[in-house]
């Protein structure tokens, strides 16, 4: 399995090499050549399986320069006891025809820990194999939450080397609070005076200033990327796809062979992109339904083929869903072009000039007929929140809950019926205070976000996961 650019750089990388390098040296994104698929009888065999086995076997198909045997201590080292130490990524039924698919089970309570605690094993062994490069440097700038996952998942890692830089006035206490107090021998945390956009140009200054790679290059080191469009994040996030349809059959919540719709919380469109895979891959999915909050430039885009960046910028409860360029976005207009690198190179050329772009008829079509999709502000988030609650007795936290209110706007919009399944990104407790704010207004006044998840606890009866609750007085 080889993979290619998105924009038509003429060499082919290999699994291993596309996960090193990150992004492909044309500016496009890394996709395999082809795509493998399942038939029923092979979904169902994998079916059987437990996680780490079903991880497994996806990943084989992916990269086929990695062994067995290396796969293994990857999909063991990731997703065993250690970071999940229950089933990684349970199926909640909701109600008939929901169910939720809880992706934060691991060590930071965010779904990014689904592919940031394999990323580093994949890297380990990808510059084992590597002939030029012994040792990885990863610079990763964060608004909060990529940096706490990219921390716990390589911590410790063999050869890789990682930096994280914050903005000072950025995170929140708590985030702050996560990412300094993360234990391990081969990573530090940066605080950069500014804003996130002054953080992300450092690190770019760092990455292109020509001194430090050559000093770099001394040592047999080599800079390395763990955001999300690298190739190594976007395979673990097909699998849990796989088992939750695996677990809806066990469950009885469907017959094999039926449909399932998929309502995805969409930033950068990673998430969704994966839903889009396992579909191309067999899995029988009718409709993707990609659910964005007051940013809604990926609902303007799904529902007329314009895509516009060009429009106020909201800071929102749902904050990780705060963004205008969906970069994995690229991925999806790539296949759905039936692989036109030239197509895609305009498109990007134009977001990158003008903010904009416009797919032709054929791509729209495909689009209509593959998604749906909706958006919710944050007064519906909050409202949705204490819906579902008190309706259902489920706390959400407010990604989560931006999927429920436009999966519930499409169900009343379409009659569809279908079994859904809502990803499900953080656990509610990592956003304590707007999630307080939804079940018992005014409560959270004078509290610091400490107290506010105690308080959350109190009010819901609901567990706090430990890394969140001990993190009160940790100190560096
Ligand atoms: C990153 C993130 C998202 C958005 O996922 P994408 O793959 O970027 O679309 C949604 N919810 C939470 C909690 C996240 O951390």
């Given at each position: ?27 496009g994104l890394?996709?395999?050549?082809e ?9 169902e065999?994998?079916c ?92 990763t ?54 804003n ?13 200033d ?12 080599m ?7 690298n ?15 695996c ?18 919380p969409?930033?950068?469109?990673g ?24 940013n ?47 197509l895609v ?32 502000d ?19 936290d ?43 207004p ?35």
């Amino acid at each position: 399995m080889l993979y290619k650019s998105t924009r038509g750089y003429s060499e082919k990388f290999s699994f291993s090499d596309a996960v090193l390098t990150g992004i492909a040296p044309d500016g496009g994104l890394f996709v395999p050549e082809e795509f493998p698929t399942l038939n029923e009888a092979a979904l169902e065999k994998l079916c059987e399986l437990d996680y780490c086995s079903l991880a497994r076997e996806i990943f084989s198909l992916f990269a086929d320069d990695f062994t067995k045997e290396e796969l293994d201590t990857c999909v063991k080292n990731a997703y065993a006891d250690g970071s999940f130490p229950e089933e990684p990524t349970p199926l909640s039924v909701l109600s008939n025809n929901l169910s939720v698919l809880e992706l934060w089970h691991g060590p930071t309570s965010a779904f990014k820990d689904m592919a940031l605690q394999i990323l580093p094993e994949f890297m380990s062994v990808a510059i084992k194999k590597s002939k030029k490069h012994n040792k990885i440097a990863i610079l990763t700038a964060t608004s909060g939450d990529t940096g706490k996952a990219a921390l716990a998942g390589f911590k410790d890692a063999e050869n890789v080397n990682i930096m994280v830089f914050y903005p000072v006035s950025g995170v929140s206490e708590m985030q702050k609070t996560q990412m300094i107090t993360q234990e391990g021998s081969n990573l530090s945390v940066v605080a950069v005076r500014g804003n996130f956009d002054d953080a992300q140009s450092g690190v770019k200054a760092i990455f292109t200033d020509k001194a430090v790679a050559a000093k770099l290059e001394e040592k047999g080191m080599m800079f390395s990327s763990a955001n999300s469009i690298n190739w190594g994040r976007l395979v673990p996030q097909i699998v849990y796809y796989v088992s939750a349809y695996c677990d809806m059959l066990e469950k009885g919540a469907i017959n094999a062979g039926d449909e399932i719709n998929v309502v995805v919380p969409t930033g950068n469109f990673g998430n969704i992109l994966a839903a889009y895979y396992a579909k191309e891959m067999g899995v029988p999915v009718k409709k993707l339904i990609c659910a964005s909050n007051a940013n809604n430039v990926l609902t303007d885009f799904l529902k007329t083929g314009n895509y516009n960046r060009v429009r106020d910028f909201y800071t929102t409860i749902s904050p990780s869903m705060d963004i205008l360029i969906s970069s994995n976005l690229e991925r999806l207009l790539f296949l759905l072009s039936d692989m036109d690198d030239a197509l895609v190179r305009g498109w990007m050329a134009s977001l990158s000039k003008d903010g904009a772009y416009k797919v032709n008829d054929e791509v729209f079509a495909k689009l209509t007929a593959l998604f749906d999709a909706g958006c919710c502000d944050d007064e519906g988030t909050k409202a949705c929140i204490a819906k579902t609650f008190s309706e259902n007795a489920y706390l959400c936290d407010t990604h989560t809950a931006v999927a429920v209110s436009v999966y519930e706007d499409y169900k009343n919009a379409t009659g569809d019926e279908t079994p859904t399944v809502i990803a499900s990104t953080a656990n509610p407790f990592k956003f304590g205070k707007a999630v307080l704010d939804a079940v018992r207004p005014g409560m959270s006044e004078g509290m610091d976000e400490f107290d506010m998840v105690l308080g959350l606890k109190v009010e819901t009866g609901e567990e706090c996961p430990p890394q969140l609750a001990d993190l009160k007085g940790k100190t560096p």
